[in-house]
């Protein structure tokens, strides 16, 4: 079977192509059908005929597989087609469905009313539907960004990238020069794109298809032309409607290459979605000054958005920060727990607001309380702009319009100093003008659809007064005229009625109709009855039913209207709703602080981390006797620390991360108090399983991620090893554990935790003098070991994996018979270790082992 390897593709083999047949052979739809599969190969098409979205021959086939659908036929004999549809009111459904098993979907739509066509209705793609550009809401996670990319190597080097990327939900764009792969790796974890298009000249980068797939991102090879920088410049320059891209900082000759990405970005947004684009309004030049960079490892270890077990967002960091009251600040909170800070002056800016809305909690509240009632603007403004925003769209911008006013007034009641950054989210316009407009224009209670009318305020247009006056008014007209009729005829069972096709009628009954006057005209017999019209009848019909097809029409432009002047404010809608999701989020921080007693960090110059009683954020939450501990790191310095499996090792790490990365973020912190300098990066090397995807066993994964840790920590960097080399044998795993450690502090200096089982390397102590020997204190009472979970001072030479075994639930007889082995063999360990070490002096020539 023909498949890309790459992308999902479509079965090519599983029945006649459309593409194969003669064109002569099709009816005049199908051929239709056929047009657009020959200007889109590799799409999906689903084509509106009436009431149903159809797709035909190896399309049909592939669609009947994947969203279990009937598989039926059109046509006999040779000309038969294999046909599978959906109803058009469930296209998200089926669509959000074919996205997410990798397939480009193109939408095929009736571009006139099939009423009012004369022959074949005409039809025309008006979208390439693909992971990276869906809009529709019900297919998007609200609390998530869904990011497109453009990626491209420097002209420079080859590993070295230029990113541009793009949420078409939200319209942000962005462009960002990555000098590395590593450095690459932890952007596409931090992003999560969805899918990124390449130049053609990359479809045999094995590194870099391999990087998309780990992080479930869909790629999409485009000409390369379409990233040269000339034609790229050209088309930014035509979107965005100015004469340089100097104020997007993409004019110097050095930001060719972020150019060409972003332009070929944004032609291949042109090329799938047919439509202006309107809502990307701005493409800001990220850089990598103001953000730490965090690795997929470190992501993981320590539970930054999800958790290791299903992959949720329970338990994880997020789960805890997390209070916000809207989708806009739920997306940025977790932009901003993937993006720590670097830069003091911002960090402290964060932290400053905090401790106002936590000065007057009250006012906190009741800013939280209105933040609760706005809706998505983001998303709103957007879908404004791309042409699918519907009345109850435009209701649900016009109440949070309503609320922002009430926003402004409640941050007045706080101290606002000069340049703070709640001042400058005070400033944000509440864009009166639109509420107002949209207030006046709309009815409350709007439909979802735009074609039937009743959404449009009568009191807003005369002319639509007048019109549906005419409407309303039609039934009791018809009630008087029936009266008069009866009166002027002398038939008491007169009736008007009524029925789609022949309009307004007379009806009268067979033993009457010698009673009928001769202006009445015949129209219709049935088993009972004659029915009739009039000259007056049809005029008061023709009146009626006009009315309501121009109060449909009437509404439609006056909708188009409305929506052409809330384009026009898009802007500052879209800087409104960042300064609504920044607010959001500082509350959320402020709240949390206050409900778990966290404490603002100390910032210093000199690089040290001095944390007392702290605590692991989410594992307090569910140990209410949870043990604090302190963790003291001067420049330079590393802490082995020993203990048992389960007493609290990697926990004790793991919450010295978490703080420190916490108060980049320009969070508050679970501490008695927290002294910390600047931290470039967190690596974490804690626990590794086998990446059976690739072929990798437990110990080259463990490898592969130390090895990343040394190639790119500095002396500003925080390191935590769990556990290193275990993953082989005992002897060729303490002597990686000492190399490593060695390495860490003679070449990188970063302030290091390291845990470990091998109690040798608690020489290490003695041989630096900046490395300092800890252990997590355990009791041992009538046999049964008791975790303490203290860090202490000091090292120990006792793993107490027996008991723990014994904790574990092993059948008795295979503990005792445990501890009978370990008495044996523990006789022979002091020959066993003099082996070692002997071995030892001899490769590594360690004098002081």
């Known amino acids: 079977m023909e498949i890309d390897s790459n992308n999902k593709g479509l079965p090519l083999n599983t029945c006649r192509s459309v593409l194969e047949i003669d064109s002569n052979e099709l009816t005049p739809g199908m051929r239709q059908y056929q047009q657009a599969k020959k200007e889109n190969p590799d799409c999906l098409i689903m084509l509106r005929m009436g009431d149903f979205y159809e797709m035909f021959y190896e399309d049909a086939i592939a669609a009947s597989r994947e969203l279990e659908i009937t598989l039926t036929s059109r046509g006999k004999g040779e000309k038969n087609a294999p046909l599978a549809g959906i109803p058009y009111h469930a296209l998200d459904t089926y669509l959000g469905r074919l996205v997410k098993k990798g397939y480009r979907v193109a939408i095929v739509e009736q571009l006139e009313d099939p009423k009012q066509a004369q022959g074949l209705v005409k039809r025309g793609l008006v979208r390439i539907v693909t992971p990276g550009t869906v809009i529709e809401p019900s297919l998007l996670n609200e609390k998530e960004n869904n990011y497109l990319l453009g990626l491209i190597t420097t002209g420079k080097k080859s590993n070295e990238f230029v990113v541009a990327g793009c949420d078409l939900s939200t319209g942000e764009f962005f462009t960002k020069h990555i000098p590395n792969f590593s450095l690459l790796q932890s952007e596409m974890a931090r992003l999560n ?195 699918n ?75 639509l007064a007048e019109l549906l006056d005419i409407k309303l008014n039609s039934k009791k007209y018809f009630q008087n005229w029936e009266e008069k009729e009866k009166l002027n005829t002398k038939i008491s069972s007169l009736k008007i009625g009524y029925t789609k096709v022949f309009g307004y009628f007379i009806e009268v009954t067979k033993k009457n109709i010698n009673l009928v006057p001769s202006h009445y005209i015949r129209k219709q017999t049935t088993a009972n009855s004659e029915r009739y019209i009039t000259e007056e009848l049809k005029l008061e019909e023709e009146k009626i039913l006009g009315a309501e097809e121009k109060i449909q029409q009437l509404e439609y432009d006056l909708f188009q209207e409305l929506i052409l002047k809330i384009k026009e404010q898009t802007e500052i809608i879209q800087q409104t709703a960042a300064k609504l999701a920044v607010l959001d989020v500082l509350c959320s921080l402020a709240k949390v602080a206050m409900e778990n007693k966290y404490v603002r960090p100390i910032w210093v110059k000199e690089k040290v981390i001095q944390i007392k009683n702290g605590r692991h954020p989410v594992v307090e939450k569910i140990e209410p006797r949870f043990i604090s501990n302190d963790v003291f790191l001067e420049e330079g310095e590393m802490m082995i620390i020993t203990g048992p499996n389960t007493s609290g090792k990697s926990t004790v790490m793991r919450q010295t991360a978490l703080i420190v990365l916490m108060a980049h973020l320009g969070s508050f912190v679970p501490a008695e108090t927290a ?30 991620e130390t090895a990343s840790i040394l190639n790119n920590a500095t002396s500003n960097s925080f390191i935590i090893l769990d556990e290193i080399g275990r993953g082989t044998s005992t002897f060729d795993g303490v002597s990686i554990a000492w190399s490593v450690a060695e390495y860490i502090y003679n070449q990188i200096k970063a302030k290091t935790m390291f845990a470990t089982h091998y109690h040798v390397l608690n020489k290490l102590e003695q041989k630096f003098s900046k490395i300092k020997n800890y252990n997590v204190a355990v009791k041992e009472v009538q046999g049964n070991l008791i975790f303490l979970r203290k860090l202490i001072l000091g090292g120990t030479d006792q793993s107490h994996g027996v008991h723990v075994a014994k904790l574990a639930g092993l059948p008795d007889e295979v503990v005792e018979r445990a501890k009978e082995i370990q008495s044996v063999l523990e006789k022979d360990d002091e020959m066993v270790r003099r082996i070692k070490v002997k071995k030892l002096e001899e490769q590594r020539g360690l004098e002081e082992f």
């Not at 869909?218 to 040269?228: A, G, L």
């Not at 409607?241 to 004019?251: A, E, H, I, R």
């Not at 439509?275 to 490892?297: G, P, R, V």
Request: overall charge neutral.
């Open 193 to 387: 794109p969805s899918e990124c298009i390449l130049p053609q000249s990359l479809k045999d980068n094995a590194e870099l298809i391999n990087l998309a797939r780990q992080n479930d991102c869909w790629c999409n090879f485009r000409t390369d032309s379409d990233f040269h920088s000339a034609a790229a410049q050209k088309l930014l320059l035509y979107h965005f409607k100015v004469q340089s891209l100097k104020s997007f900082g993409l004019d110097e000759e050095d930001k060719k290459d972020h150019v060409s990405a972003a332009g070929a970005l944004l032609k291949y947004l042109i090329d799938t979605q047919k439509n202006s684009l309107s809502h990307l309004k701005k493409i800001s030049l990220s850089s990598n000054d103001y953000y730490m960079a965090i690795d997929s490892t470190t992501f993981r270890n320590l539970e930054l958005v999800k958790n290791m077990v299903d992959g949720t967002n329970r338990g994880s960091l997020l789960s805890i920060l997390d209070k916000t009251s809207t989708s806009l600040g739920a997306r940025l909170l977790r932009k901003w727990i993937k993006s720590p800070l670097l830069n003091h002056h911002l960090i402290e800016k964060r932290l400053d607001a905090l401790t106002t809305l936590n000065s007057k909690v009250i006012v906190r509240e009741e800013i939280i309380d209105l933040l609760s009632k706005v809706y998505d603007l983001e998303r709103l403004i957007s879908r404004v702009n791309y042409g």
């Open 389 to 463: 925003a519907n009345p109850r769209d435009l209701v649900a911008l016009k109440k949070s319009l309503q609320h922002i006013p009430l926003i402004k007034d409640k941050l007045a009641f706080l101290d606002l100093p000069e340049k703070s950054l709640l001042q400058e989210l005070w400033k944000m316009d509440p864009v009166e003008e639109i509420f107002k407009l949209i207030n006046e224009s709309l009815l409350e209670e709007a439909p979802v659809t735009i074609r039937e009318g009743g959404f449009i305020n009568p009191r807003f247009n005369p002319q």
């Open 675 to 704: 002294v910390l300098g600047t931290v470039d990066r967190i690596f974490t090397r804690v626990g590794a399983q086998d990446d059976l995807s690739s072929g990798q066993s437990t110990f080259m994964v463990e490898m592969l």
